[in-house]
């Protein structure tokens, strides 16, 4: 092979890997899409389902998936618009699979989805649909899940309005206590620096009373001075 030949194979050759590098570009790029639109159709209440996991995985594992998920999705990674929106859902849904006490409400649910099902369709533990579920059968239960989790949120959502409810009774009949508590200061404070006045006052009036007895001049009830009465004997 001449040096022509060479120097236009290997132009040839890098023309092919720079094509198949961007048929790989393109290729993640398509599956960042994939996945973004993935997590935002997902029913968000179901951390399971927005992380594409099962119930009874370990935590070993919620991390593996969140992680490989999160660098794939990163907002960083891609200019999809969506990026931050699915990313935000995919953390707080790892949250909620690592925290034991929001994963036992999540997996009780999960299984009250199950027993109602099995319920409604007259069924048992020991029925075939139910010990090996069908597509079928998991679509329902993937269904029921999401009505006891609408169900569920409602609840909470009820109760921590009528607790915010109490809470501001509550704070108000404080504020009210505290205000009157200020009242009575202040009316004591006032009191108190009216106090020499209300004395200085009360002798005034006492002693010009007792002058007026000396020189008989004390008025009767119908404001008629009353004679000096004079001693017999």
């Not at 990026?83 to 707080?92: S, W």
């Not at 269904?143 to 108000?172: F, S, Y």
Request: charged share 40%.
């Amino acid at each position: 092979m001449g040096i022509d030949e060479e120097i236009k194979a290997e132009v040839e050759s890098k023309d092919e890997l720079e094509a198949l590098d961007a048929l790989a570009k393109e290729e993640k790029d398509f599956n960042k899409d994939a996945e973004i639109d993935r997590i935002l159709k997902a029913f968000k209440l179901d951390a399971y389902a927005v992380l594409n996991l099962q119930p009874g995985i370990s935590e070993s594992q919620i991390k593996v998936q969140y992680r490989t998920l999160s660098l794939l999705i990163h907002p960083d990674k891609t200019p999809n618009p969506a990026a931050p929106d699915a990313f935000d859902r995919l953390k707080k849904a790892s949250s909620t699979l690592l925290e034991p006490a929001s994963r036992a409400q999540l997996d009780e649910c999960i299984a009250d989805a199950r027993t109602l099902l099995i319920r409604e369709r007259k069924l048992t533990i020991d029925s075939p649909e139910v010990k090996e579920p069908n597509e079928e059968f998991k679509a329902a239960w993937r269904k029921k899940t999401v009505e006891v989790l609408v169900d569920a949120e409602h609840r909470r959502r009820k109760q921590m309005k009528a607790q915010m409810q109490e809470e501001g009774r509550e704070q108000r009949k404080q504020d009210e206590e505290v205000e009157a508590r200020k009242r009575k200061r202040e009316h004591e404070a006032k009191w108190e620096e009216t106090r020499e006045t209300r004395i200085g006052s009360w002798r005034e009036f006492t002693q010009g009373g007792a002058k007026k007895a000396v020189n008989g001049d004390v008025k009767d009830g119908v404001g008629k001075k009353k004679k000096k009465l004079k001693v017999l004997g």
